[in-house]
């Protein structure tokens, strides 16, 4: 099969060099462009040496016309505000677009320029991007043009919520989610607050009650409840480097057993090669998850048989960005959904 030509824009950050790091080695991808911010004479196997004898490009200042002279589809690993800059020219060009950016993920624009505290500039293509959850939206994005990768913290937590919340068997008026994250969430730019010493040895919650991911979680599951519906969610800044380990507690509208609970989301994701339901009341571990694209999910209904506690793992640099959003390529392009990985 012949290759399809891939950009990654942004490689130098955590997400992109994640990206370029599984492209790297994909079966059916030939990475044919990457690049940074800065215009510096060095190629990317300069920056990340274990790309010798694999990868050998020039790593430059983004260049939309040479991104769209060499590539097929392009991955923008870009902070938000500037993937909706990067994103118009490419998708007239003609060119597929995954964004890992949170640009084209929440469909009220109000709700956007609240949360990012910043104006959106492309909401004619904000219409026709497509939810990148493909547990959730795998026909969409077979036909997208422009996919809008989910954030790593709503990843973790729609997973582990959307089989209950489709079946009805939550009180949606009380869901709380609380989730840790490693310092790479963050991104790789410097950040006195992310310093290791700052970091090392500690552990806090922050930003309660007005995180940007609040309402993405809260958009999709409305979608999927078809009713309208809000989380309380309590991020936490864990002293490691990847991993986010989502603790969520949800009241049952009907008394049931864990084992019961299982089987309802043993079956929801039968099929889902990247999605680990635990038996017998097992939990999930980041250990198990670092470096894959795995969300692994563990159950316990307390013995009252009224609450249940789900517990998922992912990394947020695999399944809640660059491992995502290849399998949002693989779905695009109709390859295997695994290939890659
Ligand atoms: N980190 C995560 O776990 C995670 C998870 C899900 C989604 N995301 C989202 O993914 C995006 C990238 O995150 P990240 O963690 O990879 O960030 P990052 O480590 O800070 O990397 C950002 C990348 O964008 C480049 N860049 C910055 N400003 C630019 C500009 N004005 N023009 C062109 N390139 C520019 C940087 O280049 P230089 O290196 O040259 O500065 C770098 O390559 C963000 O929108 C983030 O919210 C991140």
Same mark, same amino acid.
């Given at each position: 099969m012949k290759k399809i030509q891939v950009g990654v824009v942004g490689a130098t950050g955590y997400t992109g060099e994640e990206l370029v790091r599984i492209l790297a080695w994909h079966p059916n991808v030939a990475v044919s462009y990457v690049s940074g911010k800065e215009d510096r004479d060095i190629r990317i196997q300069e920056i990340f040496p274990y790309l010798k004898n694999r990868l050998d490009l020039e790593c430059k200042a983004f260049s939309q016309s040479e991104a769209i002279e060499k590539c097929d589809l392009l991955f923008l690993s870009l902070p938000h505000t500037v993937s909706m800059q990067s994103a118009p020219a490419l998708l007239k060009a003609g060119k597929k677009v995954i964004d890992v950016? +949170?640009?084209?993920? =929440? !469909?009220?624009v109000d709700v956007f320029e609240k949360f990012y505290k910043t104006s959106h500039k492309d909401t004619a293509n904000l219409k026709q991007a497509v939810y990148g959850l493909p547990e959730i939206n795998r026909e969409k994005i !077979?036909? +997208? $043009?422009l996919v809008a990768n989910p954030g790593c913290y709503p990843t973790g937590s729609i997973l582990g919520l959307a089989p209950g919340v489709k079946k009805g @068997?939550?009180? =949606?008026s009380g869901i709380y989610i609380d989730a840790k994250s490693g310092v790479t969430g963050a991104g790789r730019k410097a950040d006195k607050a992310l310093n290791f010493s700052e970091v090392n040895e500690s552990f806090k919650a922050y !930003? @309660?009650? $007005?995180?940007?991911?609040v309402p993405e979680i809260d958009q999709e599951l409305t979608r999927i409840a078809k009713k309208d519906m809000s989380v309380i969610f309590v991020p936490h800044l864990l002293p490691i480097n990847r991993g986010i380990l989502s603790t969520i507690y949800a009241r049952l509208s009907k008394s049931m057993t864990t084992e019961e609970l299982e089987v309802i989301y043993q079956k929801f994701y039968k099929?889902?090669?990247?999605v680990n339901v635990y038996p017998k009341g097992a939990l999930p571990e980041l250990k198990n998850v670092q470096r894959t694209n795995f969300c692994d999910i563990g159950l316990r209904v307390h013995p009252s048989g009224k609450l249940a506690v789900i517990v998922t793992a992912i990394d947020n640099l695999g399944k809640g960005a660059a491992g995502q959003a290849v399998q949002n390529m693989n779905i695009v392009c109709g390859f295997d959904e695994t290939a890659g990985f």
């Open positions: 950016s +949170a640009d084209y993920r =929440l !469909k009220n !077979k036909s +997208a $043009e @068997l939550f009180d =949606l !930003k @309660l009650f $007005e995180h940007q991911h099929d889902e090669p990247f």
